[in-house]
């Protein structure tokens, strides 16, 4: 079955240390991109890429980083920098061909805990 | 900058009754809509998207949605509502980026209780 993986599914982590999330994706979609999920803010997008070895930032980069070394692959990392990581993140992938409504399909979610 | 209002962060409604969710969006373009349903601690799924033509786009699980462009509203409705229907919703706007695929703006949610 085609379709995006997200591991681990609970992750919890001391204040300090980085940690990374992974994202898989079999969709064969060019396009994936990361967001932050807290209660009652909806989802923000935290970085995307539409190609392998490119990236840009969404509009809450700040504290955390990424890297697009396969297609199938866009680890996030949440580094100490990050304010506030607790949250829950989830992974998205889209195609760049087609009807271009460039819909995105989600993964499961990442629920991160830092303490 | 695109954004998206919902203003219902909770709604009740009886099983069986018609369901209306509000989306209100702001951009300067013709925009591309979606609504996404995500059930606890899960993921989101599609559920329609509008781009072009019709401005009435029907979804899966019996969902439709209505693009009005006079009113900036792409509000989702449901004529029955079953109880498997409780989550939240969330209504987004994208805007194309150069090289192609979207960045998608959501709203804040409407969580949907389901009364039996």
């Known amino acids: 079955d085609g379709g995006i993986t997200q591991s681990p599914k609970y992750l919890f982590r001391k204040e300090g240390q980085n940690v990374t999330l992974s994202c898989e994706q079999n969709l064969n979609h060019d396009a994936m991109y990361w967001y932050r999920q807290d209660p009652g803010q909806g989802l923000r997008l935290i970085y995307y890429s539409q190609i392998v070895n490119d990236f840009q930032k969404g509009d809450i980069a700040e504290g955390y980083s990424v890297s697009r070394e396969k297609k199938e692959s866009f680890p996030l990392t949440v580094t100490s920098a990050q304010k506030n990581p607790t949250a829950f993140y989830l992974c998205?992938?889209?195609?760049?061909?087609?009807?271009?409504?460039?819909?995105?399909?989600f993964g499961p979610g990442t629920r991160l805990t830092v303490t | 900058a695109q954004s998206v209002t919902q203003p219902d962060i909770h709604i009740t409604v009886s099983e069986g009754a018609s369901l209306e969710l509000r989306c209100n969006y702001s951009?300067?373009?013709?925009?591309?809509l979606f609504w996404y349903v995500q059930s606890p601690g899960q993921g989101l799924q599609l559920l329609l998207k509008y781009f072009s033509g019709d401005t009435l786009v029907q979804g899966i699980k019996g969902f439709e949605a209505e693009f009005k462009r006079s009113q900036s509203s792409f509000n989702l409705r449901k004529p029955s509502v079953h109880w498997s229907d409780a989550a939240e919703y969330f209504c987004?706007?994208?805007?194309?980026?150069?090289?192609?695929?979207?960045?998608?703006?959501f709203g804040t949610g409407t969580q949907l209780k389901v009364e039996l």
């Open positions: 987004a706007v994208g805007a194309g980026v150069t090289g192609g695929g979207n960045k998608l703006t």
């Open positions: 998205a992938s889209s195609t760049l061909v087609g009807d271009r409504s460039y819909e995105q399909y």
């Open positions: 951009y300067g373009a013709t925009p591309y």
